[in-house]
């Protein structure tokens, strides 16, 4: 193996030193916006939030097409997702001082978190280096930000956070899950909870051809051989990619076997269907 090429096989693009062009703050966008969605109807104080995010968005390159040409709907999707990580929090009597998005991509969800709350250290993280490097020329610097890898280990210690989110990460960790929980379960304070979300044994039975998930998955051989399956096959099901780097592969759980594997390091606190829109909630919470 090349020395020089190690770290892309347990991250993504860890030796580029990348330069971005990047779009306008939300505001300019919301006018011309015609994904669809009535965000006034979502009781998210837009104005506000709008008032005090002036920082620039990514193009739809930078934050892996999420949105397509919907700048203001990605914009908003995260200020939609940050209410309900601070609903949920305020449901489970915890106190938000420190949180870190596990996967942050391009700041989608943290940027609302940095504008908004001057009282919560943001942490965030991802596997890919563009994203992190994004975040840290662009948004807050109150922010910290790095890079992981696909091995378990966050630099964080023990008992450091009150909150944890990881959006559409656990649906594409093939390997070293449950000791990925158990490392969120280490950075968590007593009492702190995680918001993961996953592909499911309803998402199995509900997809169709519009979802952009069976989009993805419709050239996969192990997919083509049970697409006809109405009942997922299996408690955790895999879909792997086979090439040389890390996040590369589709995974679906049953409710079963989150209950049962992952109940045995956290407590099942809440679990949402479609919250918001393909992907289901697990929210988990480490006992004090």
């Not at 993504?12 to 916006?33: I, K, W």
């Not at 001057?118 to 994203?131: C, E, G, T, W």
């Not at 069976?214 to 996969?220: D, T, V």
């Not at 997919?223 to 590369?248: C, E």
């Amino acid at each position: 193996m090349r020395s020089d090429i190690w770290e892309n096989l347990i991250a993504l693009n860890s030796h580029e030193a990348p330069t971005f062009e990047v779009l306008g703050p939300a505001a300019q966008y919301r006018a011309s916006d015609s994904h669809g969605t009535n965000w006034a109807a979502e009781n998210l104080n837009i104005e506000g939030a709008l008032a005090r995010d002036q920082f620039p968005l990514p193009t739809t390159a930078d934050r892996e097409g999420y949105y397509g040409p919907h700048h203001f709907s990605f914009w908003a999707s995260g200020l939609r997702d940050k209410r309900n990580l601070m609903d949920c929090a305020q449901r489970l009597d915890v106190t938000v001082n420190d949180y870190l998005d596990f996967g942050c991509a391009s700041g989608r969800v943290i940027r609302h978190f940095a504008c908004q709350h001057d009282d919560i250290q943001v942490f965030a993280s991802d596997i890919n280096r563009r994203h992190v490097d994004w975040v840290m020329q662009y948004l807050p610097p109150t922010i910290v930000a790095y890079q992981n890898h696909s091995i378990p280990s966050l630099p964080m210690p023990d008992n450091s956070l009150d909150l944890v989110s990881a959006f559409s990460v656990f649906t594409h960790i093939e390997a070293f899950e449950t000791a990925w929980l158990m490392e969120l379960r280490r950075v968590l304070r007593p009492g702190g909870i995680a918001w993961v979300t996953i592909h499911s044994e309803k998402t199995w039975e509900e997809m169709d051809k519009g979802w952009p998930l069976q989009k993805a998955l419709e050239n996969h051989k192990d997919f083509q051989a049970i697409a006809s399956k109405t009942k997922m096959p299996g408690d955790r099901l895999v879909f792997r990619w086979h090439n040389d780097r890390s996040y590369s592969s589709n995974v679906f759980y049953s409710f079963d076997y989150i209950k049962s594997a992952w109940g045995r390091i956290f407590e099942i606190a809440e679990i949402h269907r479609r919250l918001p829109a393909f992907q289901d909630v697990v929210v988990l919470r480490k006992s004090k």
